[in-house]
T-cell receptor
Framework: EADIYQTPRYLVIGTGKKITLECSQT?????MYWYQQDPGMELHLIHY???????EKGDLSSESTVSRIRTEHFPLTLESARPSHTSQYLC????????????FGQGTRLTVV | AQSVTQLGSHVSVSEGALVLLRCNYS??????LFWYVQYPNQGLQLLLK??????LVKGINGFEAEFKKSETSFHLTKPSAHMSDAAEYFC??????????FGTGTRLLVSP
């Protein structure tokens, strides 16, 4: 079992609301990632971090923001949710070495109505 | 930049039949390759990874994959499909310290 946790698992929220998706890992991993997954399965990297106070935008442009104040915590925030943000969001983490696999949380399924 | 291509967004097999999921990679340096499985409403779970120690890699649940440099492939196989194998499968590549890049995924359907 991977020690990486996402909350909430499911969230239905109204348009315009501010939301924060939580991701925490207890493995001491330096690298953390957020992926957005379409209904058709494809994973899109939207944010990543190589360590505390490091955040980078991923390959897919996203209106969300992230922060990395503590090694174990990598929350994702949407200031004003829209229906186009409806998706599954997956958090992952890895060690900093080479050939290191990613450990994934169970995901947050977000629905904006 | 590294990339992976998964041929076939859906693969259907009968229970007991051979499973073959295709993955081709592009990398300018020796790659690190991974296969992940995703069950409904779950995150991704590592099936196996290529570490360059052996070209045939065995993973969990009876899956294995063979690294073929000449074909730039890392196809996933299982001799006999079970109903419980129905899931989405993702191939991924990384180069050294770079982030993982995932393929578009293949949905495996298993019929009785």
């Amino acid at each position: 079992e991977a020690d990486i946790y996402q909350t909430p698992r499911y969230l239905v929220i109204g348009t315009g609301k501010k939301i924060t998706l939580e991701c925490s890992q207890t493995m001491g991993h330096d690298k953390m990632y957020w992926y957005q997954q379409d209904p058709g399965m494809e994973l899109h990297l939207i944010h990543y971090s190589y360590g505390v106070n490091s955040t980078e935008k991923g390959d897919l442009s996203s209106e969300s923001t992230v922060s990395r104040i503590r090694t174990e915590h990598f929350p994702l925030t949407l200031e004003s949710a829209r229906p186009s943000h409806t998706s599954q969001y997956l958090c992952a983490s890895t060690y900093s070495g080479v050939n290191t696999e990613a450990f994934f949380g169970q995901g947050t399924r977000l629905t904006v109505v | 930049a590294q990339s992976v291509t998964q041929l076939g967004s859906h693969v259907s097999v009968s229970e007991g039949a051979l499973v073959l999921l295709r993955c081709n990679y592009s990398s300018s340096v020796p790659p690190y390759l991974f296969w992940y499985v995703q069950y409904p409403n779950q995150g991704l779970q590592l099936l196996l990874k290529y570490t360059s120690a052996a070209t045939l890699v065995k993973g969990i649940n009876g899956f294995e994959a063979e690294f073929k440099k000449s074909e730039t492939s890392f196809h996933l196989t299982k001799p006999s499909a079970h109903m419980s194998d129905a899931a989405e499968y993702f191939c991924a590549v990384s180069e050294g310290f770079q982030k993982l890049v995932f393929g578009t995924g293949t949905r495996l359907l298993v019929s009785p």
